[in-house]
């Protein structure tokens, strides 16, 4: 064994960063950076997604918060909005036959506000023209000329009754519209009494002459009914030509400036028909008004809507001032947001709405452009998710009450005619997100076939690393902050890469990089520092953590008092030092525990007590059973396993997972089968395969930093350290600390291959190779399990044949 070999070296600690490469004094020389590091596959997904214009090639936009999804998202959509034709404006007008169907109008940008703005002066002009038109001397005149003609032929048909039945011996009354005849006799009305002393031949002859007359009264009626009917119509068809003349020019005016829109055209046709149609209410509206009490004014009478309302043009999309196609961005994606929504409002203790309450969600705005909604805002909002998939498979907005769909009796609602869709969507969200709904929505993966990756993680190079000081800069820029030296910049690389634990590689998550940019910014300002350097950046890290490690250091008081039992000196069979990692929120840190072995003759195999009691994962279970593999194939080719053995973390009461133990727990067994020591002034982690090998594992930078600070506060020997796996060399970021303690030979981290290697780190005795006849040198740490293995072997299977003696015997 050669532990020199295996030592690891300060250099091999952390990354290098050449500052000379670092070309610049101050991060304020350096130009924004223009694009978003280190993602070209995802930038080139967005591009691919936001250009192609088929059908369900919209995007999902995954990774982790604060890798830059939502500002890539913007750069690649805003360019591209920029450069296609503006969308057109959306209008609803009244339909006229059918007032609960308002109808969708299309119009160029800027068009929709000036249609509506026509129509508000429209509106004006008609309200001026059209009374004015009613009281001209040419329609009263008119006008009277019916009614007198009429009149003329109630009084001639009267007078010709009257005649009538003067010369039958009757008298005739009249009583509003109501005709009555009364007999006389000797020119003097008879009454009932009188009457009923006639003689019956002078009954009859007043019965058949007064038939006579009721029948040329009933006919004289009917002609007079006729000569009313013919009046009435006379005087509507009056009024509109009026109107027709008071109007025509104002519509005829629209109709020529809006000659190219056929829908418009057709609009404003209906408008004037029924302004001639309805012309008497618009007079009747008006006389209402004036007979209102002064406080009632303007306000809308149950039953009596507001007839110039009816030709409002409601613009619920206006792109006038847009450059380009538009770019949404729903940050509250509810159902009505999303889809728009019909609003009401309270009249006369009744909830009432119309056409000019119609309101357009995110999707109208966002039609013939993009639309971008946060993932985990869509889904958690009631119906919004099936509302925008509705839409974009029938391609069409189609705003509906949600209510409507829980009513149990239908009511008569408004129902706007439903509008094109023609919008890219794109979802921003995390990636299991899309994973769930990939496989549990047929409906997504017809619908948002283009799949935006965000790494997070960016290849570390020099180019990166400029990319990552303009990037600082340009943030410092952006909030007024201190600008970087190239110290501070070098330090923030280190950073960068001590977040994702690998020297090669720096951190995508680029949120976590701001923040260290803002609190080294303070930091040097609170030193007084012109520019931020390497020590502002330093302390921010140091103060970052000291805000966030409470219970790691009340942990380790109690490692340091006795509390929770961690040898950091001598040696032990069967017992060796692990290294957990703890998540607390947004801080980590290694927690060294003690893993215990005790192994004796039997069939139980290896028994993990955490697995017993429900307190691991699946992962660890699986490493504990590759022990059971690796003791198998390396000592059991001509033997069984007579072996029972437990395995516990001391003093661990939460769950345990993952198997980055299985290596430790793999020394403490074969250190309990050959009753060897092992030392305690070294922790150990990485897992294991069935072939001994000595595989990484995470968090490998927290757990050296963590037996690292017990060891100090314990007392540094000069002996004490970490032997983590080869294949995790790379993923080391330690804190100068540690690095400065490597550097002066008090604290030693070693690196392993194979569980041969490790061993003989943890034993100081050779491992032991295999030999031809299956056994191992004398003197080797697998000579000695081997032999307690078949002394455990031979005796059970003494005490087993035994038992079969005496079970023979007593039968």
């Known amino acids: 064994?050669?532990?020199?070999?295996?030592?690891?070296?300060?250099?091999?600690?952390?990354?290098?960063?050449?500052?000379?490469?670092?070309?610049?004094?101050?991060?304020?020389?350096?130009?924004?950076?223009?694009?978003?590091?280190?993602?070209?596959?995802?930038?080139?997904?967005?591009?691919?997604?936001?250009?192609?214009?088929?059908?369900?090639?919209?995007?999902?936009v995954l990774g982790p918060p604060g890798s830059g999804r939502a500002s890539a998202v913007k750069m690649a959509v805003g360019g591209r909005a920029k450069a296609k034709p503006k969308a057109d404006d959306w209008c609803y007008v009244n339909?006229?036959?059918?007032?609960?169907?308002?109808?969708?109008?299309?119009?160029?940008?800027?068009?929709?506000?000036?249609?509506?703005?026509?129509?508000?002066?429209?509106?004006?002009?008609?309200?001026?023209?059209?009374?004015?038109?009613?009281?001209?001397?040419?329609?009263?005149?008119?006008?009277?000329?019916?009614?007198?003609?009429?009149?003329?032929?109630?009084?001639?048909?009267?007078?010709?009754?009257?005649k009538k039945a003067r010369e039958k011996g009757f008298a005739l009354q009249q009583a509003g519209n109501m005709f009555g005849i009364i007999p006389l006799v000797d020119g003097e009305p008879i009454g009932p009494e009188s009457y009923e002393t006639l003689s019956e031949d002078k009954k009859q002859e007043i019965e058949e002459k007064g038939r006579e007359l009721r029948e040329e009264l009933n006919t004289a009626v009917k002609r007079v009914r006729e000569a009313e009917k013919a009046a009435k119509h006379n005087v509507e068809e009056l009024n509109r030509r009026v109107a027709t003349f008071a109007v025509g020019h104002l519509i005829e005016e629209l109709r020529s400036k809006y000659g190219a829109f056929e829908r418009v055209v057709k609009y404003l046709d209906e408008v004037k028909n029924d302004i001639v149609e309805n012309v008497q209410e618009f007079l009747q509206a008006g006389s209402q008004e004036q007979q209102m009490p002064p406080f009632m004014f303007g306000m809308r009478m149950p039953g009596k809507p507001e007839v110039y309302n009816r030709y409002i043009v409601n613009v619920i999309v206006d792109n006038s001032d847009q450059e380009g196609a538009p770019v949404v961005v729903e940050s509250n994606p509810t159902y009505y947001n999303v889809m728009g929504r019909i609003e009401h409002k309270a009249q006369f203790g009744a909830m009432v709405t119309d056409f000019t309450m119609i309101k357009a969600g995110a999707l109208h705005r966002a039609n013939g452009g993009y639309l971008v909604i946060e993932a985990h805002d869509l889904l958690t909002q009631f119906l919004s998710y099936d509302a925008l998939k509705r839409s974009l498979k029938n391609r069409r907005i189609k705003i509906e009450e949600i209510t409507e769909m829980f009513r149990m009796i239908s009511t008569v609602t408004l129902e706007p005619e439903p509008i094109?869709?023609?919008?890219?969507?794109?979802?921003?969200?995390?990636?299991?997100?899309?994973?769930?709904?990939?496989?549990?929505?047929?409906?997504?993966?017809?619908?948002?076939?283009?799949?935006?990756?965000?790494?997070?993680?960016?290849?570390?190079?020099?180019?990166?690393?400029?990319?990552?000081?303009?990037?600082?800069?340009?943030?410092?820029?952006?909030?007024?902050?201190?600008?970087?030296?190239?110290?501070?910049?070098?330090?923030?690389?280190?950073?960068?890469?001590?977040?994702?634990?690998?020297?090669?590689?720096?951190?995508?998550?680029?949120?976590?990089?701001?923040?260290?940019?803002?609190?080294?910014?303070?930091?040097?300002?609170?030193n007084e520092h012109e520019l931020v350097n390497a020590q502002d950046v330093k302390k921010a890290a140091h103060e970052k953590d000291y805000r966030s490690n409470r219970v790691e250091e009340r942990i380790r008081e109690m490692i340091a008092d006795g509390t929770i039992l961690i040898d950091s000196e001598g040696e032990r069979v069967g017992q060796v030092n692990g290294i957990s990692v703890m998540q607390l929120g947004d801080y980590s840190f290694g927690r060294p525990s003690r893993i215990t072995a005790r192994t004796y003759m039997g069939k139980g195999g290896v028994v993990h007590i955490e697995r017993e009691v429900k307190l691991s994962g699946r992962i660890h279970n699986k490493g504990v059973l590759i022990l059971v593999g690796y003791l198998g194939g390396k000592f059991a080719h001509e033997r069984p396993l007579a072996l029972s053995a437990s395995i516990t973390f001391e003093q661990l009461y939460e769950g345990v997972e993952g198997d980055s133990a299985s290596s430790a727990e793999l020394y403490c067994l074969l250190s309990s089968l050959a009753e060897l020591p092992i030392r305690q002034d070294i922790a150990v982690t990485g897992s294991v395969d069935q072939h001994g090998r000595v595989q990484p594992v995470g968090g490998v930078t927290q757990k050296v930093e963590g037996f690292f600070q017990v060891c100090k506060v314990k007392g540094l020997t000069g002996r004490q350290g970490v032997v983590i796996p080869r294949l995790n060399v790379h993923n080391l970021m330690l804190k100068d600390e540690v690095i400065d303690a490597v550097r002066r030979g008090v604290f030693h981290i070693y690196s392993v291959e194979t569980i041969d290697q490790g061993i003989e780190m943890l034993t100081g005795q050779d491992a032991g190779e295999v030999q031809a006849d299956g056994s191992y040198p004398p003197g080797t740490v697998f000579h000695s399990v081997d032999q307690a293995l078949k002394r455990m072997s031979e005796t059970l299977e003494k005490a087993t044949a035994g038992e079969h003696a005496a079970e023979m015997i007593g039968r």
């Open 1 to 60: 064994m050669n532990a020199e070999k295996m030592e690891l070296k300060p250099e091999q600690l952390t990354t290098t960063i050449d500052e000379s490469e670092l070309q610049f004094a101050s991060t304020a020389e350096l130009a924004d950076l223009g694009k978003i590091m280190g993602q070209n596959r995802a930038m080139q997904s967005i591009e691919f997604g936001t250009g192609i214009d088929s059908f369900g090639y919209n995007l999902y």
């Open 420 to 526: 094109p869709l023609d919008v890219k969507v794109i979802i921003v969200g995390l990636p299991y997100i899309y994973y769930l709904l990939h496989r549990l929505d047929e409906d997504f993966r017809k619908l948002f076939k283009v799949k935006a990756d965000f790494d997070y993680v960016i290849d570390k190079a020099p180019e990166t690393e400029i990319d990552y000081a303009k990037f600082i800069g340009k943030r410092c820029r952006e909030e007024n902050l201190k600008h970087f030296d190239p110290s501070g910049v070098a330090e923030v690389l280190r950073y960068s890469s001590r977040l994702i634990e690998d020297q090669r590689k720096l951190t995508g998550t680029l949120m976590d990089i701001n923040d260290i940019v803002r609190e080294a910014s303070y930091w040097a300002g609170t």
């Open 95 to 162: 339909n006229f036959k059918e007032n609960h169907r308002p109808i969708a109008i299309r119009l160029p940008a800027g068009k929709g506000a000036e249609l509506r703005d026509d129509m508000d002066e429209f509106i004006k002009e008609l309200g001026r023209q059209l009374p004015q038109a009613f009281d001209g001397e040419h329609y009263r005149n008119q006008r009277d000329k019916i009614n007198q003609e009429l009149q003329q032929i109630q009084s001639d048909e009267f007078t010709q009754l009257q």
